[in-house]
């Protein structure tokens, strides 16, 4: 079913496929049609510093080296979306609120604005970040070690706009839906939350991205952050809340996005039934310094980066330069908030020229420690395995 979802498949002879097909079912002419052309030209290839891992729908990873501030820039955040990106007029644009409430509500963004706003980073974190370095392979957009990033987010708590339209007590699940429409075989995005996530006063509607209106790509000019899971909660465009009793029937919320309910072998069917939705993100840590393959003379070597776990709290980075036979706590940096991943830094002092690994493992609070070795599953969700970057030294 991954298959339905997410058409690049590994290696480069799928991803040129893609365009082979897209230039045969398009004709060249029609590669970049009207309502795409702003978009294209934003992506261009002399602009674009992000990986274009696909063009239709656009999906862009942002290059590790550029992964190397506590906030990501915009133009370099990661963007994934399952259909063809909306561009949204705010004129016509509202948001619906409706289902099992007292009050259905139609919002234009001048009401939302008018609310008390809440302000805060969380680092979002694409559920399929990783996906090309599982064994055995797993179909579904190629991501490598880039599709996440850390953003300030501006907006209002989605409570407030819940308590505005009155819950009824029948209410359990709140729906997001986008402006976003089905296009193929790839059904439309829309995704739940049960209540308790959607009441709680982190989860907020989201207008402004490191304090501009979000960018077309990321949603604008409304999208859900749902801090501390897995980014596909974080609904973009979006038009409609609506409380229901029930759970959504659509796919993206019954067949995508789910795990094992218990550890299975790599390359393993699983049954439907033993799957559960995937929620929160799991501990994980990233090296942005050294970058892979760099040279640098003996002597004292800073090795950088971050690490977050959702929901959790990182308490701990530990290092490795000897392929994981001794382990050195790193240093944490100051910025720090509640969803936003932890820099870590570490004083790395070689004496003898060679080809060094850098390995890093992360510890929250919760006693979750990153595994030597992901645990595999048919999504190629949630990879997490210790970090690691080769280095030349001499
Ligand atoms: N409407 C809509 N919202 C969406 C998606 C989408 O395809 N459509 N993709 C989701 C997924 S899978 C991820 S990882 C995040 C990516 O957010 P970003 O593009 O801002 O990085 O958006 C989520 N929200
Ligand atoms: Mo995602």
Redesign the pocket.
Known sequence: MADVIERTKPGRRKFVSTWWRMGLAAGISRLIPWENAGLLAQASPHTERRLVRSVR?QD?ETPVALLNSWITPNDA???????DTPSVDLGSWSLTVDGDVERPLTLKMADLRRMPSVSTPVT??????GRAFFDPPVAGAQWQKG?V?NAHWTGVHLADVLKRAGLKTSGRYVW?????RPMGAVPD?V?QLPLGKAMHADTILAYE?NGEP??V???FPL??IVPGW?????????THVQVSDREHEGFFVQTA?RYPRMPVAPGATVEPRDMAPLTGLTVKSLITSPLEGATMPPGTIKVAGFAWAGEATIVRVDVSTDNGSTWSPATLGNDRAPYAWRQFQFSWRVKTPGSYLILTRAADDRGRVQPLVAQWNPGGYLFNAVDRVRVNVG
């Open positions: 729908p862009l955040f990661y963007v994934r979306s399952h259909l979002l974190e694409c559920a399929g970040n599709a990033g997001l839906d986008g402006v976003d995005v995704r991205m979000l960018p790509a990321n949603g999208r859900a897995e980014a596909a909660y974080s609904v973009k465009w979006l996005y």
